[in-house]
């Protein structure tokens, strides 16, 4: 065995003298202890019916003596502690001891259960019921619940086993109607608060115009892919663990067949409810994208409305150049005039015999009917492709505008009232 100086702890509840009405105990174990001991009743000295051991695995799994004390004393499977097991969102698994007679001796369950909770704004937190539990027939029962959160941990052991029988501890399967119930209970609050935060939504029309809207909805829509994936997960551990209780009540004396029957209805019924809180997952998740789809053709026909808006004003700015253009090409002519009379080569001095032209006239012409004749063809050539890729734009905008606008409003007349 290898030795640590591990100062883990565990919490241990027992009861002993259950069917007499005997009382709850409570004793805080060094995992050390652990070592070199064949069970829990050597460590608190007594014979009881139910241990409760309340660890931490993330802390023993990084022990190697804790963590080989613990599959010593439970026969745990070594792969229990590998870190893919320690990744995995849900499960369920059980190894059975028989005699010679097939009459079962012992029986190793566990199984993993995960929530999540939604808190205010976009923060969350995991709901973990990760348990391994070792059934030695009516008389001992030795419940693992690792790493339990602490509104469970207060509730241990009292709430937790309220309404148990000494029958149903013929049963190994007596602890998982108890524990599922607690799963239902906070995966139906889970549902129901991702289904009023989405309704928030619908009431809003999908208006969504601030960019921490659009974050929130993102959030939610992965937290509703979480809950959805959770549920649909337990729903299977759930077909898995009804599974092997029907294989296994076939090995359990006549004697515990009633509470067994009892203990496999339970079981049933709180599959269906996890089913049922997975069917309302899935609906709140289509509710979801319905109302992102919304959001989003929104917004867009906001955005195409305010391009066309702009489009106007564009064209009423250039009407304005336009007049601006008109004006200017009306004096135009007689600025020319001016301009040219205005040159050196025009002459009419008093005494000079009237208006004399200067015989490099033609110098002007040569230099200033090709400059301008390159002007306007550059131009011409110019705003020719900018008109037609404006007016093309134009067209489009206004396709998927109407279009935008069409689906919108069919989209808003088929909603329905949830």
Known sequence: MSGCSCTEKLTIHWVEGWEKGGLWNRQEVPSMELRGVDALSSVVKNEAEIFIVLASANKIRDCEGCRDALIDMFQMPRSWWSEHERKSNGQFGC????????????????????????????????YKINVFIRWLGPQQTTILLFDAPAGLEQRVPHELLAGLSQEDLRDPFWVYGHLVEEVVVQ???TVWDNRTRIRTIEKGGGKLERSQDFSALNDLARHAIHISET?????????????????????????????SRRIHERLNYLEHLLEGQRQRAASNKQRLDQGMQLA??????????????????????????KTVADLTLTFLPATFI?????????????????WMVS???????AITAPV?????LYMQRGWKERFKEWKKMS???????????????ERVASRGKP
């Open 338 to 354: 001016c301009a040219v009379f205005s040159m050196s080569f025009f002459s009419n001095e008093p005494g000079g015999g009237g």
């Open 187 to 189: 995966q139906s609050e």
């Open 359 to 365: 015989d490099k006239m033609w110098l002007y012409w």
């Open 395 to 409: 067209k489009e905008w206004r396709e998927i505008s109407n279009e935008w606008r069409k689906m919108s409003t």
């Open 95 to 126: 190894m059975t001891k028989t005699d010679d007679q097939e009459s079962i001796v012992s029986m190793n369950t566990w199984a993993r259960f995960l929530v999540k909770k939604l808190l205010a704004g976009s923060d969350y937190r995991w």
């Open 372 to 376: 301008t004749l390159a002007t306007w």
């Open 296 to 321: 989003f053709h929104t917004v867009t026909q906001m955005s195409a409305d305010r391009s066309l808006e702009m489009s106007k004003s564009m064209r009423e700015d250039s009407a304005a150049m």
């Open 231 to 259: 549920l649909g997960l337990g729903v299977k551990t759930m077909a898995c663990m009804l599974r092997d209780h029907s294989t296994m009540r076939t090995l359990l004396p006549g004697s515990a067949r009633a509470a």
